[in-house]
């Protein structure tokens, strides 16, 4: 995992997209999450969030009732922290890398969506948050740049409503000095996080698929 050359539904999940929550997480992969109990690593390099300039949001395809076409129900959250952490040879310490979205403040332009969103579909009483915790970056080398901007892949397990998931992230990274702002992606289906796709009156239909995208500003602590 070396630092190398690199959430709606009408009704919906997600960011994928982040602290654990109460009750018991249930795992969506079959392969071992990261030895978190190792001997913890010394950051060579570590970013955290800036107080603003940060976004989590998802988008899933839906139809309503009384509409002729489909459209993107979309939901932001400003509410994030964590960081990141690299070690001498550029590589991702998970134990010192996470990020962490409020599960109840994603909010949308429908109220009856976001009350679905958080109450019935992320469940965000029993399970409050939602958590990346990256294990690689691919796009980028050390030393980072300090200038420009590049194409990135991040990968990481992203734990929504208590299900843990591996994930890749594609976006871009924008280097000014100490400061790095990322925008990236991912996708997934309802059943990759176990979670029944919304039934609701209003809508004729919701697509299977949920994008999560976050845009995140990062400074060099």
Request: charged residues 20%; aromatic residues 6%.
């Amino acid at each position: 995992m070396k630092l190398s050359a690199p959430f709606c539904l009408a009704s919906i999940a997600t960011l994928c997209v982040l602290a654990s929550s109460p009750g018991e997480s249930r795992t969506a992969f079959a392969a071992s999450a990261p030895d978190l109990t190792s001997s913890v690593q010394v950051p060579k390099l570590r970013f955290v969030l800036s107080p603003s300039g940060s976004t989590a949001r998802y988008r899933v395809r839906e139809r309503l009732v009384g509409h002729d076409l489909p459209n993107d129900a979309i939901g932001e959250t400003k509410s994030i922290t964590g960081a990141i952490s690299f070690d001498s040879n550029g590589k991702v310490i998970p134990q010192s890398s996470k990020f962490v979205v409020d599960a109840a403040t994603f909010v949308s332009d429908k109220n009856r969506r976001d009350g679905f969103v958080r109450g019935r579909l992320l469940d965000a009483d029993q399970y409050p948050s939602i958590v990346l915790v990256p294990t690689d970056v691919r796009g980028i080398a050390l030393p980072l740049p300090t200038a420009g901007s590049h194409p990135i892949e991040v990968t990481g397990n992203l734990t929504v409503a208590g299900v843990t998931r591996p994930t890749t992230w594609k976006g871009s990274a924008q280097f000014q000095g100490d400061r790095v702002t990322v925008s990236a992606g991912t996708a997934f289906t309802f059943d990759d996080i176990q979670m029944e796709q919304p039934r609701v009156p209003v809508l004729l239909s919701v697509a299977d698929t949920i994008r999560l995208e976050i845009d995140l500003s990062l400074l060099r602590q």
